[in-house]
Antibody, heavy 119, light 108 residues
Framework: EVQLVQSGAEVKKPGESLKISCKGS????????IGWARQMPGKGLEWMGI????????RYSPSFQGQVTISADKSISTAYLQWSSLKASDTAMYYC????????????WGKGTTVTVSS | DIQMTQSPSSLSASVGDRVTITCRAT??????LNWYQQKPGKAPKVLIY???SLQSGVPSRFSGSGSGTDFTLTITSLQPEDFATYYC??????????FGQGTKLEIK
């Protein structure tokens, strides 16, 4: 079964760092782009960026460039989203998703990781 | 950047109704338009890709149309499980796939 398994919920304080993960299984992890999307409480989906684990080619939405880092470790089929200094406004659900090889759409999604940043 | 605008932002309908949600892009995106359904507390799920292609396993009451800048998602004969939020997404920009703001479909 093709799936993306995301790491568990996180509660952090402002200024702390964080790295959340998204582990792919059931397919060739290095052959598919993995994208990240943010959903703030009660709000819509926002595209953050995308990485190709095969060569770590990474693209960021202008809104998130410099705010987060997307990376991948192909040896363990895992993509990451990290922050060096969290803000309260980073409180959100974060989803990873796989881009289909057939067309430009996200065909498999992780269940999401909730990040809460509060003092 | 390409912006996507959905309308309406919310709508109420009854089981058995036919509903249409529209999505407009700020520039032509050819047929690079996808539709997702999201239920509360769940991850999004793709319904339609390439404007009109039905994802495997999605009921045929869902259909998509359009090209260029204007697109529609139509649901015929609404079922109780269809009450959810729907998002369009453009995938024309290279690896910068922006979403619409969402349309919440509620039970009347």
């Amino acid at each position: 079964e093709v799936q993306l398994v995301q790491s568990g919920a996180e509660v952090k304080k402002p200024g702390e760092s964080l790295k959340i993960s998204c582990k792919g299984s059931g397919y060739s992890f290095t052959s598919y782009w993995i994208g990240w999307a943010r959903q703030m409480p009660g709000k819509g989906l926002e595209w953050m960026g995308i990485i190709y684990p095969g060569d770590s080619d990474t693209r960021y939405s202008p809104s998130f460039q410099g705010q987060v880092t997307i990376s991948a470790d192909k040896s363990i089929s895992t993509a990451y989203l990290q922050w060096s200094s969290l803000k309260a406004s980073d409180t959100a659900m974060y989803y990873c998703a796989r881009r289909s090889v057939l067309y430009n759409y996200m065909d498999v999604w992780g269940k999401g990781t909730t990040v809460t940043v509060s003092s | 950047d390409i912006q996507m605008t959905q309308s309406p932002s919310s709508l109420s309908a009854s089981v058995g109704d036919r509903v249409t949600i529209t999505c407009r892009a700020t520039q032509s995106i050819n047929s690079y338009l996808n539709w997702y359904q999201q239920k509360p507390g769940k991850a999004p799920k793709v319904l339609i890709y390439a404007a009109s292609s039905l994802q495997s396993g999605v009921p045929s009451r869902f259909s998509g149309s359009g090209s260029g800048t204007d697109f529609t998602l139509t649901i015929t004969s609404l079922q109780p499980e269809d009450f959810a939020t729907y998002y369009c997404q453009q995938s024309y920009s290279t690896l910068m796939y922006t979403f619409g703001q969402g349309t919440k479909l509620e039970i009347k």
